[in-house]
Structure formats: structure tokens, C-alpha cells
């Protein structure tokens, strides 16, 4: 008689396994780079310089969270640069025409989400094209309608207390920091702790059969591509209170150096892998990359050359070890 075959619900914890995870590569990497660049220049280990570097790139580290859930979910979002320049403008074209601050930063905010809510809606829509296709399009109209409203130039005279946003420090600690930390937490909850997290991760692997299973698919795609615009729309926030104006060209290529860091902290681009966590490594590490060979004059061009290698270790070694570890079953 044979004996009844038992699946187990999940694999057994395996120390090794544990620290085979990307994301503690992505650690081991930070702690190389951090070595490195206290070698390479004496002011590398300053607070001052540290805190302004992290204030430097801490307002484009908003749109990585979204753009996390955006990736799992198989899709992808190049207009985010774009509703980073629209909301900015309208927000500051408002308060020049006499609109008060703090409805005019609401406005951005729904700007933003509205930007992301149409992004979502056309995906849904039109579901003959991909993602790529409807966000380059509506990254060029939107980066077309900011230059609409302000043309070439700038706009600004915002009031004291709103570059609080950008250079305010809470005891020793930058605001954009902790409000930063807030957020990640928040989308670290949303993704790995709830029933939506949960459904992003079974539209990734495989849409058809989520619909099937009764997930609204369609429901969350818009509720990730609206949350993306809106937290673009947060950007638009800090930067223009750190920069003290904008202009319709602001985070131009703020898309690509967002993508390069969902992408480096391990989320596949196939959709339906990947941990918060890795993304938020990522962003420190590109951030004090660039910072620390900024302080020694390295060349843009070699910088490039650097992340564009580590996006490659990313894609590759997560392949290599799954195919060592089919391999292993096999025999």
C-alpha cells in the first residue's frame, strides 16, 4: 500500500538559504562601497556632507516605493519624471496667480494623482499595448503641458516655512528622511503584510489566472499606477522646496534612475519576485555611490558604466542561482 504524499506549505528555513538572498549582496555591496569611499576621500565620513547627500537623492526615493509594486506587478512606468515636472509647475503657476500655499501644494497632490489614476485607467483600457507604450505617451503630454503653462521659464517666490520640506531637520535628522522611512514602512506593510500585497505578487506571476481566482485585477492595476502619481506628486513637493523653484525640465531622467534602482534591488522585471526591502537598499547604495566619487571628480560616464554593471549582476545572479538550485532537484 503506498503511503500518501504530504506537501509542505512552505520550505523548511535554511540558514544558507537566508544569506543567499540579493538583498544581502546588495548589503555586502553597500559595506564595499562605504570602504571605499572613506579611502578615497577624507570628507566621505562627514555627517554634514553625508546628511546633504541623502537630501541630495532622498526626493526621488518616493517613486521607488510605487514603482516596486508597479514592476511586480509586470508592468512599468517611464511617466513618473514627467508628473514629478506637471505637478511642480501647476503648483507653483497657482501661488504666482495669488492661490495660498497650502491649497496650492493640495492641488499638486492631486494632480499628481490624477496623472497616475489616467495611466492606470488607458493600461486597463487598452490592454492590446503594453504599459511602456501608453506611459512613454503620457510622459510626453504631460512634460508638454508643463512646458504649455510655464514655457521656458521659471517660477518660485514660494514663502519661508515651504523649504522646510526640503532642508528642515528634526533634532539632528533631515524631515525628508523620516518622512521617508515613514512612507517605506508603510509600502514594506502594504506589500508583504496584506491580502492586496499578496494579490500584486499573484498578478505578477500570472494575471490571467488572478482574474480567474477572482482577484480584481483591474482594480489594483489603477490603484498602483493612481498610488504612483501620487507619491511622483510627493516628489514634486520636495524638490521644489529644495530647489526653491521649477521649471518645466525639472527630474528630467528621474524614470531611468528609478527603475535602475527597483531593478538593482532585486525586483524582476518579469514580474511577480522581489522584496521592498532590496529597493531600499538600492537607493542608498546608487545615492552614496554617486555622492562619494562626486567628491573625487570620477567622470559621469564611469559612474554609468558602475550602476549599468551591478543592474547586470542584478539580472544575472538571481538566474544563476535558480538554475543551480533545478539543477540540484534534478540529481
Not at 25 to 31: D, P, R, T
Not at 87 to 94: G, K
Amino acid at each position: 500500500m503506498m503511503e500518501p504524499r504530504v506537501l509542505a506549505g512552505r520550505l523548511d528555513f535554511s540558514w544558507k538559504r537566508f544569506f543567499l538572498q540579493w538583498e544581502w549582496m546588495l548589503v555586502i555591496i553597500f559595506v564595499a562601497i562605504n570602504v571605499m569611499n572613506v579611502n578615497l576621500s577624507e570628507y566621505y565620513w562627514d555627517y554634514d556632507n553625508l546628511r546633504d547627500a541623502m537630501m541630495g537623492f532622498l526626493d526621488k526615493a518616493f517613486i521607488v516605493l510605487p514603482m516596486v509594486l508597479i514592476m511586480i506587478l509586470g508592468d512599468i512606468d517611464i511617466s513618473v519624471g514627467s508628473i514629478v515636472a506637471l505637478s511642480a509647475v501647476i503648483m507653483a503657476d497657482l501661488y504666482t496667480l495669488g492661490v495660498p500655499m497650502v491649497p496650492a501644494m493640495l492641488i499638486c497632490l492631486a494632480t499628481g494623482t490624477l496623472c497616475g489614476w489616467i495611466n492606470g485607467m488607458l493600461i486597463i483600457k487598452y490592454k492590446e499595448l503594453s504599459s511602456v507604450i501608453i506611459t512613454l505617451a503620457t510622459m510626453i503630454i504631460y512634460r508638454g503641458i508643463a512646458y504649455f503653462i510655464l514655457e521656458d521659464q521659471a517660477a518660485g517666490g514660494f514663502p519661508e516655512w515651504f523649504s522646510f520640506l526640503g532642508w528642515g531637520y528634526v533634532g539632528p535628522i533631515p524631515f525628508i528622511l523620516l518622512v521617508f522611512v515613514c512612507l517605506a514602512s508603510l509600502f514594506c506593510l502594504l506589500l508583504h503584510k496584506t491580502v492586496l500585497g499578496r494579490q500584486i505578487y499573484a498578478v505578477g506571476n500570472n494575471a490571467n489566472a488572478s482574474r480567474y481566482s477572482g482577484v480584481k485585477v483591474d482594480r489594483i492595476k489603477v490603484l498602483v499606477f493612481t498610488l504612483a502619481g501620487f507619491m511622483a506628486a510627493i516628489t514634486a513637493l520636495f524638490l521644489t522646496a529644495r530647489m526653491g523653484s521649477t521649471r518645466p525640465n525639472i527630474a528630467t531622467g528621474y524614470e531611468l534612475d528609478v527603475i535602475a534602482m527597483v531593478v538593482l534591488g532585486g525586483i524582476s522585471t518579469a514580474g511577480g519576485k522581489g522584496r521592498m526591502i532590496g529597493a531600499i537598499i538600492a537607493i542608498f547604495l546608487i545615492g552614496f555611490l554617486r555622492y562619494g566619487l562626486g567628491l573625487i571628480n570620477v567622470q559621469a560616464q564611469l559612474l554609468l558604466i558602475i550602476i549599468g554593471l551591478l543592474l547586470i549582476a542584478a539580472v544575472i545572479v538571481p538566474k544563476f542561482k535558480f538554475q543551480r538550485t533545478q539543477k540540484f532537484r534534478k540529481t
